[in-house]
T-cell receptor, first 114, second 111 residues
């Protein structure tokens, strides 16, 4: 199984809503990532978890709250978002180190904030 | 056809021609590089990777070249096919598990 599964595929939320994005992988990867991607732009790194601990936070606003409950799951909790947060949110996983560190990506959650 | 990556983000080639997509990376300490293909509505898909101790690596119809002196990466696609139409990104591993993506190049293959 070389798949990263993200749910939901699409999400529309108001600025006062609370929602969560979910990501799951069963490749035994111990590094998991959240990226944000605007249309026609490259993915931008948001957070990295290594061995279920947050190792990198790219100065992301606190209205985005990541969580890694176990080695297979990664969540992104959303609260009080702004319209400019509308984007494709990508989850990825990889080995932490070694010869095969490449990122495996999910298909993303397309988020619209109204 | 050839793109200059950051400066020419769109590349159009005839089916059957070779394509060259370029990328300038930013960090001289980066030791691992990956090319990804992204089709509309999908996440990035791995194409080929290369470590900094190599200057060339070949896959099936694809070749990656690395020039560390000028911090430049290129992806060559042989006999480009319509299914190769997509946006192509290079990614560099800066440290630990920090992967950063280049601007991207949109490749269109003309049948």
């Amino acid at each position: 199984d070389t798949e990263v599964t993200q749910t939901p595929k699409h999400l529309v939320m108001g600025m006062t809503n609370k929602k969560s994005l979910k990501c799951e992988q069963h490749m035994g990867h111990r590094a998991m990532y959240w990226y944000k991607q605007k249309a026609k732009k490259p993915p931008e790194l948001m957070f990295v978890y290594s061995y279920e601990k947050l190792s990198i936070n790219e100065s992301v606003p606190s209205r985005f709250s990541p969580e890694c409950p176990n080695s297979s799951l990664l969540n992104l909790h959303l609260h009080a978002l702004q319209p400019e947060d509308s984007a494709l949110y990508l989850c990825a996983s990889s080995q932490v180190t070694g010869l095969n560190e490449k990122l495996f990506f999910g298909s993303g959650t397309q988020l619209s904030v109204l | 056809g050839e793109s200059v990556g950051l400066h020419l983000p769109t590349l159009s080639v005839q089916e059957g021609d070779n394509s060259i997509i370029n990328c300038a990376y930013s960090n001289s300490a980066s030791d691992y590089f990956i090319w990804y293909k992204q089709e509309s509505g999908k996440g990035p898909q791995f194409i080929i990777d290369i470590r900094s101790n190599m200057d060339k690596r070949q896959g099936q119809r694809v070749t990656v070249l690395l020039n560390k002196t000028v911090k430049h990466l290129s992806l060559q696609i042989a006999a480009t096919q319509p299914g190769d139409s997509a946006v192509y990104f290079c990614a560099e591993k800066v440290a630990g598990n920090q992967f950063y993506f280049g601007t991207g190049t949109s490749l269109t293959v003309i049948p």
